[in-house]
């Protein structure tokens, strides 16, 4: 993701609420050049304290790294669709992930699959290896169910404050069990 650019014809809406707090909708680019939307808090540049500053980015601005490198956060749907196509590859299930990758929850509507949710992954579990092919195929739900249960996340949920140690299976008691894994295409 690129730096904001603050000039007036990058600003779109100047009245965006969220989490109850006033900010803007502005356009952003993707490292590939695609447009998507950003919002910032509308008092994010201002240097007095703000107790409220949790309330200032959500999900995406946390997971994307983009809230913590220029301030503003991604929206979900297409926006973050268009990022996911542009700047990272699909990893497939948790048996291949790695540290640093990102989950990204989808939301089932009757038309699309939505994205809805990120999060960081900051520990994968120890996967279990299954004796036999018999009891690999058996065993294939319960080796997800027990990487759900031990592998961890950084995550961020509206405008509460980022939790650096949630399970995946606690996000997905959450936003349920559609997700998949990201990688970046281009590592920082």
């Not at 707090?21 to 919002?39: A, K, N, P």
């Not at 959500?58 to 809230?67: A, V």
């Not at 739900?141 to 996340?153: A, F, H, Y």
Request: charged residues 20%; aromatic residues 10%.
């Amino acid at each position: 993701m690129q730096r904001l650019n603050p000039l007036p014809q990058f600003l779109l809406d100047q009245n965006c609420r969220l989490f109850d707090i006033d900010g803007h909708v502005y356009r952003v680019r993707t490292d590939v050049g695609s447009i998507v939307h950003g919002w910032v808090a509308a008092d994010r540049y201002e240097q007095r304290p703000n107790p409220d500053r949790n309330r200032h980015y959500f999900c995406h601005g946390h997971s994307l790294g983009t809230y913590r490198e220029f301030g503003y956060s991604v929206f979900s749907g297409p926006d973050l669709a268009t990022v996911l196509r542009d700047e990272y590859l699909l990893v497939g299930s948790l048996t291949n992930a790695q540290s640093g990758d990102l989950l990204v929850w989808h939301n089932v509507y009757p038309d699309k699959r939505h994205p809805d949710h990120s999060a960081i992954l900051t520990f994968l579990g120890a996967v279990p290896q299954p004796s036999s092919m018999a009891v690999h195929r058996a065993a294939a739900t319960d080796i997800r169910r027990k990487l759900e249960e031990s592998s961890q996340v950084s995550t961020k949920n509206g405008g509460y404050g980022p939790v650096l140690t949630q399970t995946v299976q606690q996000v997905c008691g959450i936003y349920g069990n559609v997700y998949a894994i990201y990688r970046r295409k281009f590592p920082k």
